[in-house]
């Protein structure tokens, strides 16, 4: 039992080319992801419009169904380009190049109509010590292409009406034969000229010529999650370059550096520390005051505590970043020797060593 894309798409079975391509603008706009819609029901739309928009395609359909048109079936690849879904495992043939297109027309992950993307952006955001163990928000500036604010990026001056693109008449595609190890394999591409829309404005913006984007400052804040690591990267999706009409911006990649601090360092979720602390303390015991992330914490010191002995105060170290509760503060007793001392100071120690201690 396949899909039925006539239903999808919301037309007759009877209904002319013109009418399926206007259904499938109304509801792929209504339903964008990147205007909230659910990704899943946008992409069912593409994967109706692929067919139902191809003579041929429609064709076959209607004589044996969606199977050979669905996933891993006969071509027909599914709308690509779009992340849909958060977290989910993306295939980027993008990355492949023009294998990426072929292997995307075979095994129905896209290659054609896919929207063109811009490039990501990467960005090292540096963080004090304690900024990474508590999180903290950062802004960060960025120069980059961004939909131009005269057209919001349709390339349009006010007022125009779209015109049928010459170059692909009207169909957002056009053919390309590519040679490969497979044989020659024919494949729809975007057309570069309207950028798979089919048509372009009449009088193109003047902010932006027509292209659609504008080089602007921009100031992003960016919410680092308390726990992160050095070198962690967080992606933040649509914040890349911008691409141009039709296009969708590519991703703002955040890879997180992190200051060293003079009192602590970190071993995963643990911080360590050294505490320097008068031989008489460690040999009678008694209370200090040692450094934390969380303020000065009063410490215990037991009689005879050895230099190089470790006391753990518990949750005291970074909060996990995926679970709840916090690594633990280790600090390590070290003997404190006093550069100056003074002629009672001396004698009192030389008493000391007279007893052999
Ligand atoms: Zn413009
Ligand atoms: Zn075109």
Do not use: W
């Not at 509760?325 to 001392?341: C, P, S």
């Amino acid at each position: 039992m396949g899909k039925d894309y006539y239903s999808i798409l919301g037309v007759q079975k009877t209904a002319s080319a013109d009418e399926i391509k206007k259904a499938y603008r109304r509801l792929a706009h209504e339903h964008h992801p990147d205007k909230g819609g659910d990704g899943q029901k946008f992409k069912d739309i593409n994967d109706a419009y692929q067919v139902l928009g191809d003579s041929n395609k429609r064709a076959q359909y209607d004589r044996f169904g969606s199977a050979a048109f669905e996933q891993g079936g006969m071509g027909a690849g599914g709308f690509s380009g779009s992340p849909f879904g958060a977290g989910g495992f993306n295939v980027n043939f993008e990355d492949f190049g023009d294998l990426g297109d072929i292997l995307g027309g075979m095994f129905g992950f896209g290659g054609k109509h896919r929207q063109k993307r811009g490039q990501d952006i990467q960005v090292d955001v540096t963080l004090d010590f304690k900024e990474a163990v508590f999180g903290a928000d950062k802004i960060v500036k960025l120069y980059k292409h961004d939909a131009c604010s005269e057209c919001a990026g349709s390339g349009a001056a006010k007022g125009s009406k779209n015109i049928s693109c010459k170059n692909c008449g009207g169909r957002g595609f056009v053919n390309r034969v590519q040679k490969s190890f497979f044989g020659a394999i024919q494949q729809q591409v975007i057309c570069e000229e309207c950028m798979g829309k089919g048509e372009k404005p009449e009088q193109p913006c003047n902010t932006c010529k027509g292209f659609g984007i504008m080089k602007i400052m921009k100031e992003i804040k960016v919410n680092i999650p308390a726990g992160i690591s050095e070198n962690e990267a967080m992606r933040m999706a649509g914040e890349g370059e911008h691409p141009g009409v039709g296009g969708q911006p590519g991703d703002l990649i955040i890879r997180i550096r992190i200051k060293r601090d003079p009192n602590f360092t970190r071993e995963g979720n643990d911080i360590l520390s050294i505490v320097h602390i008068p031989y008489s303390l460690m040999a009678l015991g008694g209370k200090i005051q040692v450094d934390t992330v969380d303020g000065p914490v009063e410490l215990k010191v037991p009689e005879a505590t050895q230099a190089g002995t470790v006391f753990k105060l518990r949750g005291k170290g970074v909060p996990y970043m995926r679970s709840s509760g916090r690594g633990d503060h280790l600090i390590t007793i070290e003997a404190k020797v006093e550069k100056k001392l003074s002629r009672e100071q001396k004698q009192a120690l030389e008493r000391l060593r007279e007893q052999g201690l």
